[in-house]
């Protein structure tokens, strides 16, 4: 769990990725809202026990259940772009990256 959480009501630290308003996230910075769901977490996605439902995540982030929607498959194409860039990098043969086998 973040540290800053100690102190404050709610993390106010856009920098860091756990933080559900962090500075990284395309979100349109002038429509968020601190909804009752931002303030339950404390802003502080460590504190996410279950996965949320489209309905909580727009609860939280002031969206519709369409925009999270499109946002989701904006990150699913982005994380299979980069399992597809990484599965084409050569295996490396050096001796440090084997396995021992006895």
């Known amino acids: 769990m973040c540290t800053a959480l100690s102190f404050d009501l709610y993390c106010m630290i856009f920098k860091c990725p756990h933080n559900l308003f ?3 996230l395309n979100l349109e910075r002038e429509k968020i809202q601190m ?8 802003n ?3 504190r996410i026990i279950h996965p949320w439902t489209p309905e909580e995540i727009s609860d939280a982030w002031g969206l519709t259940r369409e925009g999270v929607m499109r946002s989701e498959e904006e990150a699913f194409r982005k994380l299979q772009k ?3 860039i990484n599965r084409k990098r050569p295996q490396s043969t050096s001796p440090l990256n084997r396995g021992v086998v006895v």
């Open 22 to 24: 962090w500075e990284e």
């Open 35 to 42: 909804t009752d769901k931002a303030l339950e977490i404390r």
């Open 44 to 46: 502080c996605c460590c």
């Open 82 to 84: 980069k399992i597809r």
